[in-house]
């Protein structure tokens, strides 16, 4: 099998969240020709049209990043029942100028946990509607509400045995998706 390359961006800048956590288990769940890497998103300028024309070094390192990368899997917290902040600016950078959109066409998983009952189901909601929605990804269908608990994860930093067989699946999932769309 050819290698394929998966960013993986973590819609929190808290080095200590969760979701950083959970994001690096599920890359214990791909197969072995699979990298990854973690695009950084917490030092991007904030978003407006006057930097377009000189786009800072980070901007441009950020969208070469989601260039290159064969599919994008992105674990997310919930802020205030939406994506955060810092999550949406990364995505408005990639997808501008619209003929330079890096997430046109790419494969796209989305994800997240909250100690909520919902799993940070809003936030990848609005992300899965920004994505595939409006900015042409190809995004996996079905759902991965993650509430974090205590035995989410194990003490190496693995899926626990409650929600394994589940994350999984939807990793499996996306990876046959990639596969596909790779040829």
């Not at 390359?5 to 690096?24: C, D, T």
């Not at 791909?30 to 377009?52: C, G, K, R």
């Not at 330079?100 to 796209?108: A, E, I, L, M, T």
């Amino acid at each position: 099998m050819s290698s394929v390359h998966l960013a993986i961006v973590v819609g929190s800048n808290n080095r200590e969240s969760i979701n950083r956590k959970l994001a690096q288990a599920l890359a214990k769940l791909l197969p072995a020709h699979f990298s990854v890497s973690y695009p950084q998103i917490d030092d991007l300028p904030m978003y407006h049209q006057e930097l377009e024309a000189e786009r800072p070094a980070n901007v441009n390192r950020f969208t070469d990043e989601i260039r290159a990368a064969d599919a994008v899997l992105i674990v997310t917290p919930e802020h205030n029942r939406s994506l955060p902040a810092v999550l949406k600016n990364a995505i408005d950078w990639g997808s501008k100028p619209m003929d330079k959109n890096v997430w046109r066409d790419k494969p796209v998983a989305i994800t997240g946990a909250s100690p909520g009952a919902m799993g940070a189901a809003l936030a990848q909601q609005h992300v899965r509607q920004i994505l595939g929605g409006v900015l042409g990804s190809v995004v996996l269908g079905g759902e991965a509400y993650i509430q974090f608990s205590p035995d989410l994860l194990t003490s190496e930093g693995e899926i626990g045995p409650r929600s394994r067989d589940f994350l999984q699946n939807y990793m499996d999932r996306f990876v046959t998706l990639v596969e596909k769309l790779k040829g």
